[in-house]
């Protein structure tokens, strides 16, 4: 097993930048559909299954942007419809339904 070890009299001090996590970031944007208003979210990861995410938020009405580990959120014109073409392409996918249910009463994969 490996282990560090520090010797010495000095107290530690200082940071560690942890880096972000698409099993957390992916609930979160998807979560965003259930405010009104603009979100931001800081230490998102830059792979293919946050920028699928993003490109389903659009396609259901929301504006979406990334840059440089953060994306920026708004959901302005919701669409109870997310397309199926998009949503099979990665399970995270269907966790759109629940907020979609809750803003707008109805939600659907087609």
Do not use: F, H, Q, W
Request: hydrophobic share 45%.
């Amino acid at each position: 097993m490996d282990k560090l070890v520090i010797e010495g009299g000095i107290p530690l001090k200082g940071s560690v930048t942890i880096s972000g996590s698409k099993n957390a970031a992916l609930p979160i944007l998807l979560a965003s559909i259930l405010v009104e208003g603009e979100v931001r979210l800081s230490n998102v990861p830059d792979l293919r299954d946050i920028g699928t995410t993003l490109k389903l938020l659009e396609l259901l009405g929301c504006t979406a942007e990334y840059a440089e580990g953060e994306v920026y959120l708004k959901s302005c014109d919701l669409k109870p419809e997310a397309p199926y073409d998009l949503v099979r392409t990665m399970r995270a996918s269907v966790l759109c339904l629940g907020p979609l249910l809750a803003r707008l009463g109805r939600a659907r994969v087609a």
